[in-house]
């Protein structure tokens, strides 16, 4: 595995931008592909111009899998290429997804080549990437939040392959093609860096709970961690995962990332009096550190609506705290950084970006959401002042699963 510090840190800036790049089948079966209807594709050079402002020299973009391969081991890398030139013209470091949540029309996760494809798709982007780029630091995602993607597959029939009680096959089958592709990509260049994005979540019992509801909600709340433990090779040690494929740990957390358990009922972040359940981010990233012993980033956060200054104000005193500790926390992610629609209902849109979507003028046109903007910016000012001590920091080994 790459040799780190809490010192350095592989990315070009701390705060990153994020394009909604899903090529998903939704829950009606439709095939989306963000990356032309958001209109980042249309206009990638006034993205990447007016995020420079912001601090953002970062981003987060996709190959989208389900384009690039039409048929099988055939890959056409042209709109890869478009948007390599383009960060290359900006300045733009681009961190790469190369399965975020979209699989080519005959896979899914169940099929007995998916892992195999996977792996040989890992490998053809490396030979393109350094055939631009060939001393650039390549920072990959494999396959973006299988915690997330597994449930909606196999458990919430919401997308491809539209089951019900599969969760757990699902994951399965990710995760060997996460390892294989992981193997592949470190076998056609050493140097590469992995980054996982893995959702952060907290999961409670309801007050006065019977016993068995508290022991559902910890192994619920626990099975957050099973993708990056079998990444890891604690958990399905015959998947070959090992701590050397654990690299950068990113998690992604949101407004409703909290939540209690029998019944169903979302924990709020910024009621005027707390739920004693809710747990401040700090603590719940210093655990995950505490468990992984990795460098870290935020790799998505938002929040829709004009709640969002707020949100951001919120995000920058959480990773203060996280930063003054003297923990190796190397990013926080703004995703979506443009607006982007519903997966399911394409005309119904979040406004849960720095930009809107003004969809009466062609692009769609980008609105300044001028309060996100404002709060962005503070809450940079206050990342930025905190420092972490001088004393040196002692990295954990990796522990014994928790």
Not at 90 to 115: E, K, N, R
Not at 231 to 248: K, Q, Y
Not at 341 to 370: E, F
Request: charge should be negative.
């Amino acid at each position: 595995m790459a040799n780190f510090s809490p010192e350095t840190s592989p990315f070009k800036s701390f705060w990153w931008g994020g394009y909604e790049c899903t090529d998903q089948l939704n829950a009606f079966g439709n095939r989306v592909d963000f990356l032309p209807l958001t209109g980042h594709l249309q206009l990638i050079d006034e993205d990447y111009a007016a995020q420079k402002p912001f601090n953002i020299g970062t981003v987060r973009e996709g190959i989208r899998w389900a384009m690039i391969e039409k048929t099988p081991y055939h890959y056409d890398f042209s709109t890869v290429q478009l948007m390599l030139d383009a960060g290359q013209r900006h300045g733009v470091q681009q961190i790469w997804d190369l399965c975020h949540f979209g699989y080519p029309d005959d896979l899914t996760p169940l099929h007995p080549m998916f892992a195999r494809r996977f792996a040989a798709l890992c490998r053809a982007f490396v030979d393109f990437y350094r055939s631009q780029r060939p001393d650039d630091v390549l920072i990959v995602t494999p396959i973006n939040e299988v915690s997330f993607i597994s449930w909606l597959g196999g458990d919430a029939n919401g997308t491809a392959p539209y089951c019900h009680g599969q969760g757990w096959r699902v994951k399965y089958g990710l995760m060997r093609a996460y390892i294989e592709g992981s193997y592949a990509l470190r076998e056609a260049d050493p140097s590469i860096r992995l980054l996982t994005t893995e959702p952060l979540i907290s999961i409670s019992p309801p007050p006065n709970a019977w016993p068995q509801h508290r022991r559902e909600a910890r192994e619920a709340h626990h099975n957050q961690f099973q993708a990056t433990d079998i990444l890891c090779g604690r958990l399905c040690p015959e998947l070959g995962g090992s701590p050397e494929l654990l690299d950068i740990v990113g998690f992604n957390y949101y407004y409703d990332n909290q939540w209690q358990l029998h019944p169903y009922q979302k924990l709020g972040w910024n009621d005027t009096v707390m739920d004693p359940r809710w747990v401040p981010l700090h603590k719940l990233l210093r655990k995950a550190y505490q468990r992984y012993g990795r460098p870290f980033a935020i790799t998505e956060t938002s929040h829709p609506g004009v709640d969002r200054p707020l949100w951001w104000r919120m995000i920058a005193d959480e990773c203060a705290q996280v930063l003054r500790k003297g923990l190796p926390l190397q990013g926080v992610c703004i995703y979506p950084l443009i607006d982007r629609p519903d997966w399911d209902h394409t005309d119904q849109w979040h406004q849960s970006g720095l930009w809107d979507a003004d969809l009466s003028q062609p692009g769609p046109a980008r609105v300044l959401h001028q309060p996100s903007a404002e709060a962005l910016l503070q809450a940079q000012a206050v990342v930025s002042a905190a420092k972490a001590p001088r004393r040196r920091l002692l990295l954990p080994q990796l522990p014994e699963l928790l």
